[in-house]
């Protein structure tokens, strides 16, 4: 038996879609299919029961779960450890992405996988989403990290045949309102009740922007606009100084517990409805040839954000 298919198992049962897992896998879904029947023969007993669309873990599948994660990650680490040996020679790895490195760990990400593979050099262009997008189509770099959105993203059918998105994080929309503000003991907040606010708002020409301003009309007004800026620290500093509302995806109003504002925020978060979400992308071409060096990176963040990376830490001097 191929030990990938431990692998191959994991992402099934995280993906519950064959479509889904074998894209993230980069294999054919008949190949996924024939090494998960093969990995059932070789356990005795079904993994999964199949229905049209989605798949789900038997109890069976649930007991093997756990063995084959950690076979997985064992085979990732092996894998890793040979790929830093073996790749001697610099290598560049062109990576377009939106500015919300920190907000979604992607930073973190980064600056690890520099620590761990320092011959893989890695070359970063911050852009709007909208940039980002165009910069993959061209050519102009190797993989992409942008927003998407189902509802609120033009999509071309045509050209988005030809990307491969891989899911990394969810996030929607709140509104940022200054302290004392009526609505701030709210759980959750209809957007049309914000129609008489003063808005302060992501950059114009941006996907934030062009969201936010799409959201509002829906919502039956066009927002009065005070201020822009592609500056998350000026936009929060209209909320607090000017008594503006902000609308911005909840993480980019969530602070480190080491921040200034963690302890005592100078505005309320309140969640938007009905909600409008959006989720952080890894893309590629689908009909470009994946180096290498792409899908350990792409292996790499996906491992990062299911917890089996332990990210580094400065150590500390003793006093």
């Keep these: 038996m191929d030990i990938s298919y431990f692998r191959e198992f994991v992402m099934l049962a995280q993906t519950q879609n064959y479509w889904a897992a074998a894209e993230r896998l980069f294999i054919g879904q008949s190949s996924l299919s024939k090494h998960i029947m093969t990995l059932e023969k070789q356990l005795g007993a079904p993994l999964f029961t199949r229905t049209s669309r989605r798949v789900a873990l038997t109890e069976f599948g649930r007991l093997m779960l756990p063995y084959a994660q950690s076979i997985a990650r064992l085979q990732y680490e092996y894998e890793s450890a040979a790929f830093s040996y073996l790749h001697d020679e610099g290598r560049l790895l062109r990576i377009s992405t939106i500015p919300a490195l920190t907000a979604y760990n992607i930073a973190d990400i980064l600056v690890r996988f520099q620590l761990d593979f320092p011959r893989i050099k890695i070359q970063t262009d911050e852009a709007d989403t909208l940039v980002v997008r165009e ?103 209209m909320v607090n100084k000017r008594s503006c509302v902000a609308l911005l995806f909840e993480q980019h109003a969530t602070f480190p517990t080491d921040s200034v504002f963690a302890a005592a925020p100078p505005f309320t978060v309140v969640p938007i409805i009905p909600e409008i979400q959006t989720t952080v992308c890894l893309a590629y071409l689908k009909d470009t040839p994946l180096s290498t060096e792409i899908r350990h990176f792409i292996d790499y963040c996906m491992m990062y954000k299911n917890g089996r990376l332990i990210p580094k830490r400065q150590e500390s001097t003793a006093e």
């Design 135 to 237: 910069q993959l189509f061209e050519g102009r770099c190797d993989l992409a990290i942008y927003r998407d959105s189902a509802a609120y993203l033009e999509h071309d059918p045509v050209r988005e045949q030809h990307i491969v998105r891989i899911p990394y994080v969810a996030d929607r929309l709140v509104a940022v309102l200054p302290k004392n503000h009526p609505l701030e003991g709210e759980d959750r907040l209809e957007l049309a009740r914000l129609r008489d606010e003063r808005f302060t708002l992501i950059k114009r020409d941006t996907l934030p922007y062009s969201l936010c301003l799409r959201a509002c009309r829906e919502a039956g007004f066009t927002p009065k606009v005070l201020f822009t800026s592609h500056s998350l620290d000026a936009v929060l500093d």
